[in-house]
């Protein structure tokens, strides 16, 4: 980040701060602990064996602490440096770090609500209050700064779930083709299919897909490999998870989808009511947010849950619904903006204009089969003629179990 950057981001910091009504935002670091502030702050890979903080006031200039032998680990941020080499002088760095603030921002969740921002230590977190400051949860602060897609970054989201549509309609035909044709194919072998079909459109991953059979289907975080894969067959049900973003650019963003097909002529009775089931709380989902962003009203991540998850309840199998229903999307699968949760978590946080998540229900019977639908969702904001919008990327979506044969 350029000189000019910095001080903009700054100056970006600060009115969010004075918005939220917080004295400031302090960043604690050892060795790479907490990814959200390099993110954040824009900060360039460097070593890092010691401990830093870098506070951002409200008002007035930041300023830096930093370890005597890693004096020039925040060069590139604006401020006033402060070295220690103690832990004395550490304490006392902090305290004058800290002069005059009451209440300052650290990634820190209460009860740890929401892990993705939990990055500082409980023992930090006392030092700070020890020098008279109650901590905060930076939550808010973190999806403004972190999760909010630019415009060029949206134009690669885009791209990114077209593209796995197509792969997606690619490993389909690959199945059809093997089971015709009598050659064998398993899960690791489709895999490995998909992962070449990313590098053909220019996707990259940080992590294989997810290709699952039969019983597999009913473990959600199932994925193959060359000693545990099972043969795709006749009959079969076949589900899909593949998440990818553009290689050419760190900034990218990350698409996630999941579809299910069946590998046969026709769709079996108790598939087609389960996936229906799941396509209606899905899509109750994204009705929800549609409609809020639309009247211009705040949608919550937990309530999206809430309305999503009351349709599986209601058919009478909230106990095969094991997951949240969906999380943030941004430089990473799983970013760190709002999650759709009020299961694994309560995620109180705002889904933001500008910001993406999945909404991705499930329904799973351990040793049978499961059934999941993801869909990519992304608040586009207003641009000046009208207002923000719910747009469903990756289209056309899922709405029933694909036939294969």
């Known amino acids: 980040m350029s000189d000019v950057a910095a001080h903009a981001r700054i100056a970006e910091i600060q009115a969010a ?105 409980a023992g930090t977190v006392e030092l700070v209050r020890a020098v008279g400051c109650e901590v905060v949860s930076s939550a808010d602060l973190v999806q403004r700064f972190e999760a909010i897609w630019t415009p060029e970054q949206a134009a690669s989201h885009m791209r990114a779930a077209a593209a796995l549509r197509a792969v997606i309609d690619a490993a389909f035909d690959e199945v059809r083709r093997a089971v015709q044709g009598g050659r064998r194919l398993d899960e690791y072998g489709l895999q490995q299919f998909i992962l070449d079909e990313f590098g053909r459109r220019g996707l990259t991953t940080d992590h294989p897909p997810g290709v699952a059979v039969g019983a597999n289907t009913a473990d959600p975080h199932y994925g193959p490999g060359p000693d545990r894969s099972a043969e795709i067959r006749e009959g079969d049900i076949l589900q899909l998870d593949i998440w990818a973003r553009e290689a050419a650019s760190s900034d990218s963003i990350y698409a996630d989808i999941t579809w299910t097909a069946a590998v046969s002529r026709t769709v079996s009775a ?5 996936f229906e089931l799941v396509r209606r709380a899905r899509d109750t989902g994204i009705r929800l947010v549609a409609e809020r962003v639309a009247e211009g009203r705040p949608v919550h991540g937990y ?96 709405t029933e179990v694909v036939a294969l044969l």
């Open 270 to 274: 108790e598939h087609a009511r389960i």
């Open 17 to 121: 701060l004075r918005e939220a009504g917080l004295d400031g935002w302090l960043f604690a670091v050892f060795r790479g602990s907490d990814p959200i502030a390099s993110a954040v702050l824009g900060l360039p890979p460097g070593h890092e064996s010691r401990r830093w903080f870098y506070y951002v006031p409200a008002e007035g200039r930041p300023g830096k602490l930093v370890h005597a032998i890693e004096a020039g680990r925040l060069d590139a941020l604006p401020g006033e440096r402060t070295l220690y080499a103690s832990w004395q002088a550490l304490h006392e760095g902090l305290r004058t770090l800290l002069a005059g603030a009451r209440r300052v921002a650290m990634q820190y969740s209460p009860m740890n609500a929401i892990p993705y921002v939990s990055r500082v230590d």
């Open 303 to 398: 309530e999206v849950d809430d309305a999503v998850r009351s349709v599986i309840r209601e058919a009478g199998l909230a106990d095969r619904f094991v997951h949240r229903t969906g999380h943030s999307i941004g430089r990473l699968v799983h970013g760190n903006g709002a999650n759709v949760d009020n299961f694994e978590t309560r995620d109180e946080r705002r889904l933001l204009p500008g910001t993406g998540f999945s909404i991705e229900p499930g329904v799973y019977f351990e040793g049978r089969f499961g059934v999941r639908s993801e869909v990519d969702v992304y608040i586009e904001p207003g641009d000046g003629t009208r207002g923000p919008r719910a747009v469903v990327t990756g289209e056309p979506i899922q």
